[in-house]
């Protein structure tokens, strides 16, 4: 048995090729790196990686974190600067003992120290929309704020063993070194492989106020089903929130248990990628539902297009 899944259409490339290395027994751990990677290597998809947007400043800072669900190894980056793959840097400073997160120039010199690629991340598409959006922040007033989907994963090999990571350029026009819940255990990503784990998108201002990916992993610790235990978490949460702290961002889980089975709830429109044994490789749109449940339907070819138009527009 094995299975895998990812946040957003933009995962759906990465998780077909981290397919292949599921079905001929590879590692998750190299599932989830080869799944990120693709995302964060692809130039239009504007929340991750190479083609992501910068910070108010112009800047483009990344965060990555990986996780190893056999051991509870952890490796992850903040304000990273100017490295090709962040995913890449976090899965090997999941190997140090100490010293195992690295934020800004630390975490840029320790991956040039171990051999990363430096690389340009900001691409002059990335820029030509942050000089739009400061324009029309200065003449119109506008709240700046704009965009924050991360691309989480977490899967599941032949060998009973699990993994997950998350990587995220994080919220457009941005203060600098911000960091959201995208590199923190138990907000943006959890995993055990004798359980199942959880990884999380949106926004990671409220997101860290909850723990959800922890919590959901909690929840299938004592028995609920992936959907079950997704439901419970977020929109329990998000109630709350609301009640305690008056509003809720955006935010969407995906969680996947131990025997491939999976789960998504969320408070907003959200779209992930799927793969297992038994499920051919699909996106599908998730919505909050009634009575706190989620509704979730395979997205359209209609649907399809019209996101494969969208990102590519000319700016």
């Not at 919220?171 to 907000?187: H, Y």
Request: glycine share 10%; proline share 4%.
């Amino acid at each position: 048995m094995w299975g895998m899944i990812a946040t957003w259409r933009m995962a759906h490339d990465g998780v077909l090729a981290a397919k292949a290395i599921l079905e001929q027994q590879g590692s998750c751990q190299d599932a989830v790196e080869t799944a990120i990677k693709a995302v964060e290597d692809y130039p239009f998809y504007k929340s991750v990686g190479y083609g992501g947007l910068p910070n108010e400043e112009g800047v483009l800072e990344m965060d990555a974190a990986f996780m190893d669900g056999d051991t509870f190894k952890i490796g992850a980056v903040a304000g990273i600067v100017d490295v090709e793959n962040p995913i890449s840097v976090a899965r090997s400073l999941s190997e140090e003992k100490f010293n195992s997160f690295r934020i800004g120039q630390g975490a840029v010199a320790y991956a040039l120290a171990e051999g990363f690629q430096p690389k340009e991340m900001l691409t002059p598409r990335a820029k030509t929309i942050w000089e739009k959006r400061k324009a029309e922040i200065a003449a119109n007033n506008l709240d700046p704020y704009d965009g924050h989907d991360t691309v989480g994963v977490v899967a599941l090999d032949e060998h009973q063993s699990m993994a997950a990571g998350t990587s995220s350029s994080g919220l457009f026009m941005k203060k600098s070194g911000r960091v959201g819940d995208s590199p923190l255990s138990g907000s943006g990503f959890y995993v055990d492989s004798e359980i199942g784990g959880a990884a999380a998108t949106g926004l990671g201002e409220d997101l860290m106020k909850g723990c959800l990916s922890y919590e959901i992993v909690r929840l299938m610790g004592e028995g609920l089903a992936p959907q079950e235990a997704c439901d419970q978490a977020v929109y329990d949460f998000e109630a709350r929130l609301k009640k305690r702290y008056g509003k809720a961002g955006a935010f969407s889980l995906i969680a996947l248990d131990k025997q491939g089975r999976w789960g998504v709830a969320t408070n907003v429109e959200f779209t992930f990628s799927v793969a297992t044994t038994n499920q051919e490789p699909a996106i599908f749109m998730a919505t909050p539902g009634p009575e706190q449940t989620t509704v979730i339907e395979p997205i359209t070819k209609e649907w399809l297009e019209a996101y494969e138009k969208r990102i590519k527009a000319p700016v």
